[in-house]
Nanobody, 119 residues
C-alpha cells in the first residue's frame, strides 16, 4: 500500500506561481510512476504530468508544457509540481497518483488539493 498526501494548493492571481507537494509513504521501495492529474468543476479528470521514481523520466500534457515542471526528491519520498504562469483555466483540484511502472492504470490516489487562479 502507498499513501499519498498533497499540499500546497491555494488561491493565486493569473500569471502567478504555486508549488504542490505529494508526500508518499508506505511501500515505496518498488519502482513507481508518479503523476499529477486535475479535475475542474463539471469536467473530467485529466492528466497533467508524470515522473518515474528511479530514472526521473517525465511526461507533460500539452496544456502545461513550458509552464509546469515535475520533480522528485527520492530521499524525502516527495514529488513536486512547480506551476508558473498560471491561468484561470488551471483552476482545478489537483491529485497526486502512483502506479507500478509495469501497470498501466493509477491505483493509488491522494485526497486532492484545490488550486484557484483568479483573473
Amino acid at each position: 500500500q502507498v499513501q499519498l498526501v498533497e499540499s500546497g494548493g491555494g488561491l493565486v492571481q493569473a500569471g502567478g506561481s504555486l508549488r504542490l507537494s505529494c508526500a508518499a509513504s508506505g511501500r515505496t521501495d518498488s519502482d513507481y510512476t508518479m503523476a499529477w492529474f486535475r479535475q475542474a468543476p463539471g469536467k473530467e479528470r485529466e492528466f497533467v504530468t508524470s515522473i518515474t521514481w528511479t530514472i526521473g523520466s517525465t511526461s507533460y500534457a500539452d496544456s502545461v508544457k513550458g509552464r509546469f515542471t515535475v520533480s522528485r526528491d527520492n530521499a524525502k519520498n516527495t514529488v513536486y509540481l512547480q506551476m508558473n504562469s498560471l491561468k484561470p483555466e488551471d483552476t482545478a483540484v489537483y491529485y497526486c497518483a502512483a502506479r507500478r511502472v509495469w501497470i498501466t492504470s493509477y491505483h493509488y490516489w491522494g485526497q486532492g488539493t484545490q488550486v484557484t487562479v483568479s483573473s
